[in-house]
């Protein structure tokens, strides 16, 4: 047989995240995915692994600091564009993946993903738990997350590998005739049913080296607790970083909210039904700059702002707009040391197959749509912090939403983040 390079391709959506694998120098494409709701039989040889555990809360803060420093290296690589970012997506592809990595590829993951001397057990338990801890669907909103691995007919994975995925990631595994025509529009079926029509498509065709396709799927979708009156919606001026302005309708509602600001920007958190979930919107102040305010995102600095807010009265002007965007991440992971993984002679997953294999891409795809009734998403992915200081807001406060700014959706229960980004225009 003919050596062929080993491909694994990865997606990752605030729902989905695809792995795809090719055979001898084969590749791994990772593609990363996130939607936004509308705001309405090989024997596996013996394996060592360290005995330092791991519970849901580390897993979170590991999560966290991971996303932070991935999401501050795209907004550096990619000044002038929107950028949206699934650290939940992108950590649990990623993660699915180490099962499979072994020698220098498996330290430089186990570094960057802030799991350094972990228990590989303890790992994957806290992934399932937090996995669980996650997925809802109620009246507070629905948050789901599925995964699934794609394997070529006729190549051969470690049982260690793909019990693991099942078991801890609750993984769907198919075996393909990856020559059929058929296998793409089952794949692309797949993402398309697990984000609800978001995400339609995630791969066109399938190469004779791929042999993996690796996917980690997320929708959430939540409504506003008190959602804001479409007939206030005006068109009004956003003002851009290259001091162009546009115009852009942006949403009006006045109540209460849990706000606060500093001498760098303001702040607000809008609840969805429930109070699970939230959207936190960070606006720099006119004489400060995005740049500076992603600079400081750190989970110490996070957990800080978070302790700061507080109900105020005040008037909001939010944009209804959707940010779409989809990313090379290779450049970005190298920068943070995950370079292995995609050098073809290098890359070690050898706990993933017998086989030499790399991963030749990851792409990270993100739709995030706010509107008066809510919020919809998909996805198919140290800083030093500046201290600010707290202004004590006035009786009632005033935030005009017309420049760019950072935001996040959380979840309240595990504190994960789900999404984090920036919109310089919104669309």
């Keep these: 047989m003919t050596n062929r390079k080993t491909l694994i391709t990865t997606f990752g959506f605030l729902g989905l995240c695809l792995l795809i694998w090719f055979i001898p120098s084969s590749k791994i494409q990772v593609f990363s995915i996130l939607a936004d709701a509308q705001a309405l039989q090989e024997v596996s040889p013996k394996i060592f692994f360290p005995n330092k555990s791991l519970g849901k809360d580390k897993l979170v803060n590991a999560q966290m600091k991971f996303g932070f420093k991935l999401f501050s290296t795209l907004a550096r690589q990619n000044s002038e564009q929107n950028i949206a970012v699934s650290p939940v997506s992108l950590a649990l592809a990623l993660s699915m993946l180490y099962n499979g990595a072994s020698g220098t ?12 001397g972990v228990n590989l057990n303890a790992f994957n338990h806290a992934n399932k738990t937090l996995e669980k801890s996650l997925d809802t669907n109620d009246y507070r909103g629905q948050l789901t997350i599925a995964n699934s691995l794609w394997t070529r007919q006729g190549f051969s994975f470690r049982y260690q590998f793909l019990k693991a995925n099942q078991e801890y990631y609750q993984a769907q595994i198919t075996n393909l005739n990856f ?5 793409v529009g089952i794949i ?3 993402v398309k049913d697990k984000t609800l029509g978001k995400i339609p498509q995630i791969i066109e065709q399938i190469s004779n080296e791929d042999v993996l396709f690796l996917v980690n799927a997320i929708y959430f979708k939540g ?5 804001f009156d479409p007939h206030l919606t005006t068109q009004q001026p956003f003002y851009l970083s290259n001091d162009r302005v546009i115009k852009f309708p942006l949403m009006s509602r006045e109540g209460k909210y849990r706000y606060f600001e500093t001498s760098d920007f303001q702040a607000v958190s809008l609840p969805y039904t429930g109070e699970r979930f939230s959207l936190e919107i960070f606006l720099p102040r006119p004489d ?8 400081q995102l750190t989970v110490g600095q996070w957990k800080k702002w978070m302790g700061q807010f507080r109900e105020q009265q005040g008037k909001l002007k939010l944009p209804r707009f959707s940010l779409s965007n989809e990313i090379d991440m290779e450049k970005a992971l190298i920068s943070l040391g995950m370079s292995t993984i995609f050098e073809q002679s290098s890359a070690n997953f050898s706990k993933l197959t017998s086989r030499q294999v790399y991963v030749n891409r990851m792409k990270h795809k993100t739709l995030v749509e706010i509107n008066e009734k809510g919020t919809q998403s998909a996805v198919t992915s140290s800083i030093r912090a500046r201290m600010t200081s707290l202004f ?10 017309n420049r760019p700014f ?4 959380r979840d309240h229960k595990t504190n994960a983040i789900i999404f984090i980004g920036v919109v310089r225009k919104p669309n």
């Design 105 to 116: 590829t498996r330290q430089e993951m186990s570094d960057v993903l802030g799991i350094k």
């Design 179 to 183: 020559e059929s025509s058929e296998s």
């Design 188 to 190: 692309n079926r797949w």
């Design 223 to 227: 409504v506003w607790q008190i959602e």
């Design 288 to 295: 400060k700059n995005l740049k500076d305010l992603v600079s």
């Design 392 to 401: 004590l807001p006035e009786e009632q406060f005033t935030m005009i939403v």
């Design 406 to 409: 950072l935001c996040t959706i």
